[in-house]
């Protein structure tokens, strides 16, 4: 009798835990693929776009994302692995870096070079506004801002 009993309530025990696994069983899958997407997302590189101003316009879609990259670290790293030139002055603090050419284009008293990331005008000196992993940054030699 006391043996009947025991395998009853074992019996009960599994068919409850399984009736709970079963129940949460989208909760831990959407756990573990939060967790595949942020793995995913922080080996996502950054985009750089170059816009001369003059209707040539160059994309690179691999540039390698590190933790702390910076706008001007992304432009760096692309001219190191792509092979075109930036000449920039340090202003440090809050100024940062300003990008005076870009592959020999610069140096107009009416154009500049200015950047956005994901769409959104940068605000900040190039060495202080960090980028993240997905992030499509744009460089353009234009009038003020457009």
């Known amino acids: 009798m006391k043996k009947t009993h025991g395998l009853l309530l074992l019996l009960i025990v599994f068919v409850l835990g399984a009736y709970v696994g079963v129940r949460n069983a989208d909760k831990f899958l959407a756990v573990r693929q939060a967790v595949s ?15 001369f101003g003059d209707g040539r316009v160059r ?14 670290d992304v432009l ?23 990008v005076e050419t870009i592959d020999g284009v610069g140096g107009g008293t009416d154009r500049w070079w200015q950047y956005w990331v994901n769409n959104v005008y940068g605000t900040v000196g ?12 744009e460089w353009k030699f ?5």
């Open 37 to 51: 997407d942020e793995r995913a997302q922080e080996n996502d590189p950054v985009s750089l776009m170059l816009d």
């Open 59 to 72: 994309t690179f879609h691999a540039v390698a994302w590190q933790e702390g990259m910076t706008v001007a």
């Open 76 to 98: 760096h790293a692309g001219a190191d692995t792509q092979g075109f030139t930036v000449g920039s002055k340090d202003f440090g603090g809050s100024l940062g870096i300003f």
């Open 126 to 137: 190039a060495g202080n506004r960090q980028v993240m992993p997905g992030d499509v940054v």
């Open 142 to 146: 234009i009038r003020g801002q457009q």
